[in-house]
């Protein structure tokens, strides 16, 4: 509860069960773990989020996104499917988990949960929005957020300002943008994975 009263101070008033307001274009503003290695630059967690997408009911959460490995960026599309207690779980990088808790016609804040082949568990938050970084409102609540999932500060990274992928219309670079779970090419257990121009 304490987690959801910060975000909408933060974020503003819209509940993300709109999930409407879900779907579309967007960009990875900024990205918190508690294992820093898992989200730097070429981390395997580090997704750069392009696009969201719902099924009539969401129960299934599309996100489409890039991962910068070796120099290189690959475009990847997880399905998320919805579980009994409202979360989202697919393969990639590990069994992953994850949920809006928050979403606005300017951002969605995401928490994750990701799991690799070698057991480590770690939890990251995700913010994306419409190309626009965070005010410093919306930064210190992000900061507290972290704080209460046992992410320090200095493992809050702006991933707008270092982004490197083009930005371009269409398919040619629309692709991942979401959230908060994963970091190869295998996200969350039980989803479908489909990897797009790899």
Same mark, same amino acid.
Request: contains cysteine.
């Given at each position: 509860?304490?987690?959801?009263?910060?975000?909408?101070?933060?974020?503003?008033?819209?509940?993300?069960?709109?999930?409407?307001?879900?779907?579309?274009?967007?960009?990875?503003?900024?990205?918190?773990?508690?294992?820093?290695?898992?989200?730097?630059?070429?981390?395997?967690?580090?997704?750069?989020?392009?696009?969201?997408?719902?099924?009539?009911?969401?129960?299934?959460?599309?996100?489409?996104?890039?991962?910068?490995?070796?120099?290189?960026?690959?475009?990847?599309?997880?399905?998320?499917?919805?579980?009994?207690?409202?979360?989202?779980?697919?393969?990639?990088?590990?069994?992953?988990?994850?949920?809006?808790?928050?979403?606005?016609?300017?951002?969605?804040?995401?928490?994750?949960?990701? *799991?690799?082949?070698?057991?480590?568990?770690?939890?990251?938050? +995700?913010? =994306? %929005?419409? /190309?626009?970084? &965070?005010?410093?409102?919306?930064?210190?609540?992000?900061?507290?957020?972290?704080?209460?999932?046992?992410?320090?500060?200095?493992?809050?990274?702006?991933?707008?300002?270092?982004?490197?992928?083009?930005? *371009?219309?269409?398919?040619?670079?629309?692709?991942?943008?979401? +959230?908060? =779970? %994963?970091? /190869?090419?295998? &996200?969350?257990?039980?989803?479908?994975?489909?990897?797009?121009?790899?």
């Amino acid at each position: 509860m304490v987690n959801f009263l910060l975000l909408a101070l933060a974020f503003g008033v819209a509940h993300a069960n709109d999930y409407a307001e879900l779907q579309g274009e967007w960009d990875t503003i900024a990205i918190a773990a508690d294992n820093d290695d898992k989200i730097k630059e070429e981390g395997p967690l580090r997704i750069y989020v392009r696009e969201l997408y719902c099924n009539e009911d969401c129960s299934e959460m599309e996100v489409t996104f890039y991962v910068n490995a070796n120099n290189q960026c690959s475009k990847t599309k997880v399905t998320g499917y919805k579980q009994a207690d409202g979360t989202y779980r697919t393969q990639f990088e590990g069994d992953n988990t994850f949920q809006p808790v928050y979403a606005t016609p300017e951002n969605i804040v995401f928490t994750s949960k990701n *799991v690799d082949r070698a057991g480590q568990e770690t939890k990251l938050i +995700v913010v =994306v %929005g419409k /190309s626009e970084h &965070l005010t410093p409102e919306q930064h210190e609540k992000l900061v507290k957020l972290a704080h209460e999932n046992n992410i320090p500060e200095e493992n809050i990274h702006n991933v707008l300002a270092t982004e490197i992928l083009p930005q *371009v219309s269409g398919d040619a670079v629309k692709g991942l943008h979401l +959230v908060l =779970v %994963g970091g /190869s090419i295998k &996200l969350f257990t039980a989803i479908k994975v489909n990897m797009d121009d790899a």
